[in-house]
């Protein structure tokens, strides 16, 4: 990829050195590392000049985000906007365990470096009071804590630097949607969900649910969605 077409990317940065991998269930949210990393985030990290619509995405297997396929189709909808929009969009990651992870640190460590396996935490939805439930059943007090806990550097970040931002873009589903929407809600952030219609369209309940699943983000009807959300954002702000 020449400097050219890098620069057009919106995701992705260097190459990341090697250093030691965290694997684990929820004890990497109270890992020292990751409290560290999400402490600098909510309390130090200062967005680039510029950007006024933040996007955020949802945290994949694969690291750096960037490297996943779902970034990688992603990505192929943020480059088709005008060079200008490279400018404007800040893409960041909903991460558990780490809160939130800008595009710009998505190699730091340990964004880049853990594996974070959470089988109890998924279905999950939200319960009136706010708080976590899974449709199972199978969420227990220490996932709660430690949902609260990831929930809590997500609305540290938007309570701190909503004044940034002019357009807040969910492009999240599942644990990350609910968490992004309890932190939003708790900061005052009006968060745009393109994918709010989909959801419980014909499109996500067709035959083959589980294409839904696992490639909803990356179905055509999704990115038209994030495109025409986003195009509108720019749009608001005279950078299309």
Same mark, same amino acid.
């Given at each position: 990829m020449g400097p050219e077409a890098k620069n057009r990317s919106l995701i992705g940065h260097?190459?990341?050195? =090697?250093?030691?991998?965290?694997?684990?269930? @929820?004890s990497l949210v109270t890992h020292p590392a990751v409290q560290d990393f999400a402490t600098f985030v909510t309390t130090r990290y200062i967005p680039p000049a510029g950007k006024r619509v933040a996007l955020f995405l949802p945290c994949t297997s694969k690291k750096?985000?960037?490297?996943?396929? @779902?970034?990688?189709?992603?990505?192929?909808?943020?480059?088709?906007f005008p060079p200008d929009a490279a400018d404007v969009i800040h893409v960041l990651t909903v991460s558990e365990p780490l809160g939130?992870?800008?595009a710009e640190l998505e190699r730091a460590y340990p964004a880049a470096h853990y594996d974070m396996v959470l089988k109890t935490w998924f279905p999950i939805r939200r319960s009136r009071t706010g708080n976590f @439930?899974?449709?199972?059943?199978?969420?227990t007090s220490e996932d709660r804590r430690c949902l609260d806990l990831v929930v809590d550097?997500? !609305?540290? !970040?938007?309570?701190?630097?909503?004044? =940034?931002y002019e357009f807040f873009v969910g492009y999240v589903?599942?644990?990350?949607?609910?968490?992004?929407e309890i932190a939003a809600e708790r900061a005052s952030v009006r968060v745009i969900y393109p994918l709010a219609g989909l959801e419980t369209s014909a499109i996500s309940n067709r035959p083959g649910t589980v294409n839904w699943a696992l490639n909803g983000l990356r179905m055509p009807e999704s990115l038209n969605a994030?495109?025409?959300c986003l195009g509108k954002c720019l749009r608001a702000i005279a950078c299309v």
């Open positions: 260097d190459d990341i050195p =090697h250093l030691p991998q965290l694997r684990g269930g @929820t750096p985000y960037s490297s996943s396929r @779902t970034y990688r189709t992603i990505n192929s909808v943020l480059t088709g939130v992870v800008p @439930t899974s449709k199972k059943g199978q969420l550097r997500v !609305f540290r !970040f938007l309570n701190r630097l909503s004044g =940034h589903r599942g644990s990350q949607r609910r968490m992004l994030l495109e025409t």
